[in-house]
């Protein structure tokens, strides 16, 4: 089958020439090995559809292969060939974990039905996988879950670009806002399976080997190619590729994708034979491309030619209304992985949640309501438990001095020098103490204490 590549392995010269040619014959791509460990090698650098291999060869031989395989790499079939009177070698093989085996000399017909078996059974077998994965995966449009309007839009439209495969679409957001979840619901809403998502974060590859990494390259190609390598624009196959962080992408790269979102087809290094791009791309970035292409770090053609269907990710900041029903969902996600109960969240603790700038917007609160989910015992969540930079490490309850909570008291405990005590400093230590158990949020603190907000602007 066209695209197919299979790995035949014998130690025989002659039978593995007459093996090559005929599974070419048949309309396979194919890679030989001269024994197991040449064959682990060529599997650590390549993807291959099946493994069809001799039995008896040096260093490493066809029933080590199989254990070695089925640990590195599971999931690929094996197909044994055996020489005339092994069977029981065959299916020792078999037990092993190989698909079937070939008894030498063999019919081409025999190979041809046994190869197809092989690869229609693995086939059920990953789909079955995937379509497992699929029920559990979180990263759906259901998934994220908003009340705000301006998500909401932005929800609305990245619903329906899904359907559009051969559109970039750009996705701008802060930090931690959801960009990649995000993508994630796209690529899930246009039927794309677990295993076709492919994520490269452009900050995080040395410029030398970016282009390697995006488009791979064959042997021979720099220093150090000594055999071929996939791409990530080969892995994402159908399914999609994010590039994150796409304005930390250096300028000679910018051309080489640029050339990719328009021809459709990319090389890889060193080589002149155009690949198909059948993925869909979308693009994410924390940073305003606009500026980059005014300050001369980003290209403007390719600018325009990623920015067709843009979306941006409202800041947590800007969507405070989520926060509540956000909470309850990550709450419920956290009961089922801690496996404890979690009453919920104390009122003055969504008061600070919803109060707080949230710099690391949804993954910070995220990261903050498993903290705190950690720390508390069958209790309400407390200010103390969210451990929010900048804030008290209690929010307005009533704390007596041991720090247990009275809903119905509020005491201090207030401490001075003897040579600095007076009225004046005591209400300057009460004040001090409000404000922080209030989070800094002066107009709290001051309806708190029933004077003038005015009262927090004193030197």
Known sequence: MPHTKILAVDDEPVFRFLLERQLREIGY???SAVDGLQALEILEQQTVDLVLSDLVMPRMDGLQLIGSVQKLHPGTPIIVITAHGSVESAVEAMRRGAYDYLEKPYDPEDLRI?????????????????????LTERFTFQSIVTVNPAMKQVLELASRVAAARQTTVAIYGESG????VLARAIHFAGNGLPAEFVAVNCAAIPEHLMESELFGHVRGAFTGADRDREGKFSLARKGTILLDEIGDMPLPLQAKLLRVLQERVFEKIGSNAPIPVACRVIVATNRSLADLVAAGRFREDLYHRINVFPLTIPPLCQRKDDIPILCGHILEQL???????LPGISQQAMELMLEYRWPGNV????????RAAIITDNELIRPSHLGLAGTAPEGPESIDAEGAVDAGRVSYHLSLPA???????????????????????KSKASQLLKVNRKAFYRS
């Open 335 to 341: 009961r089922q992985h801690l496996g404890k109960p």
């Open 114 to 134: 046994t190869i197809r078996r092989a690869l229609d059974y693995q086939r059920v077998v990953q789909e079955n996988e995937q379509i497992k994965g699929l």
């Open 177 to 180: 806002s959801g960009k990649e």
């Open 29 to 31: 791509d194919v890679v």
């Open 363 to 370: 993954r910070e609160l995220r990261n903050c309501l498993e």
């Open 419 to 441: 040579d600095e005590l007076s009225l004046d400093a005591l209400n300057e230590q009460i004040l001090g103490i409000t404000l922080q158990r209030c989070g800094g949020n």
